[in-house]
C-alpha cells in the first residue's frame, strides 16, 4: 500500500507531455493523459490521433503509447475501437475508485463535489464497517489498533510514517469486520484516506489535532461497543471533511 500511496510523489521523469496550457508534465505517460482526463483539458469524447501520430506528437515510442492506453482502458477512461481509433469515455465509464485513479484525481486537482462524495461514501461504509468490528474484533486486532495509533501520535499525519500508520489503523478495523464485501473497498478507502490527508496537508496545514478523535474510536472498538464505534466513526468522517473543505 505505501509504494502505491507514493506513486506520484516518487514516479520518474519518464516522457514529457505538453498540455494545451503549456504544462510540462511529469510522471509515466499513462499518468500524465489520466490527469489531463481528470482536470477535464481531454473531455469526455476527445478522439486521439492515431498511436502513430500521437506518438511522434509527444515524443515516445508507439509501444509506450499503447501500453499507457491499455492501462486507461482497463481503468474506463478511454476505449479503443478498430478504425474508430481511441475515445475518452463518458466519466460514468471510469473507476473512480481505482486507487491509481484517485491518486491521479488528486494530481489533477479533486474538484470540491469530488471530494464530498468521497466523504459521503466513507460515511455510507465505515461507520456500519465500524459497529461490525467492534462486535467482531478480537486481541490481536486490538492491541494493532492500538500501536498504529501510537504511531500516528508520535509521527504526525504530516509525515509519511503517520499517514502510513492511520492506514494500518482503518486496515485493522476493516479487517476485523470479517467481512469479504467491506474488505473489498478496503484498496480505494485507504487510498482516499491517504490522498485527502495529503491534499489538506499540501493546501492548508491542518490545525486540528485528529488524535483524539481516532482515540474516541479506538476505545470503543477496544470496549466492543459497536454504537459507539459507529458514533466516533462517523464524527471523524465529519470533521475530516471539514478539515478538508478548508483546505480547498
Do not use: C
Request: glycine share 6%.
Amino acid at each position: 500500500m505505501a509504494a502505491r500511496i507514493n506513486s506520484i510523489e516518487r514516479a520518474g521523469a519518464g516522457a514529457l507531455i505538453q498540455t494545451s496550457g503549456g504544462r510540462r508534465m511529469r510522471g509515466s505517460v499513462a499518468q500524465q493523459l489520466a490527469v489531463m482526463i481528470l482536470s477535464g483539458e481531454l473531455p469526455p469524447g476527445h478522439v486521439f490521433p492515431t498511436e502513430l501520430d500521437y506518438a511522434e506528437q509527444i515524443g515516445i515510442s508507439r509501444s509506450s503509447l499503447r501500453e499507457a492506453f491499455r492501462v486507461l482502458s482497463a481503468k474506463g477512461l478511454v476505449e479503443s475501437r478498430p478504425k474508430a481509433g481511441t475515445r475518452v469515455n463518458p466519466r460514468r465509464q471510469w473507476s473512480l475508485l481505482d486507487p491509481d485513479l484517485l491518486a491521479w484525481q488528486f494530481a489533477a486537482e479533486p474538484s470540491a463535489k469530488f471530494l464530498r462524495d468521497l466523504f459521503e461514501l466513507r460515511l455510507t461504509v465505515e461507520p456500519n464497517a465500524a459497529a461490525i468490528a467492534a462486535a467482531r474484533r478480537n486481541d490481536d486486532e486490538i492491541e494493532a489498533m492500538r500501536r498504529a495509533l501510537e504511531k500516528m501520535a508520535r509521527h504526525g499525519l504530516a509525515t509519511e510514517e503517520g499517514r502510513l500508520a492511520d492506514q494500518q489503523f482503518h486496515m485493522v478495523m476493516l479487517e476485523a469486520t470479517r467481512n469479504d464485501a467491506i474488505i473489498a473497498l478496503a484498496s480505494s478507502i485507504m487510498a482516499a484516506i491517504a490522498w485527502t490527508t495529503i491534499y489538506k496537508q499540501r493546501n492548508h496545514a491542518l490545525k486540528r489535532d485528529p488524535i483524539p478523535d481516532h482515540r474516541l474510536l479506538y476505545d470503543a472498538f477496544a470496549a466492543g461497543d459497536a454504537e459507539a464505534a459507529r458514533h466516533a466513526m462517523a464524527e471523524l468522517i465529519r470533521l475530516a471533511l471539514a478539515d478538508t473543505e478548508m483546505s480547498a
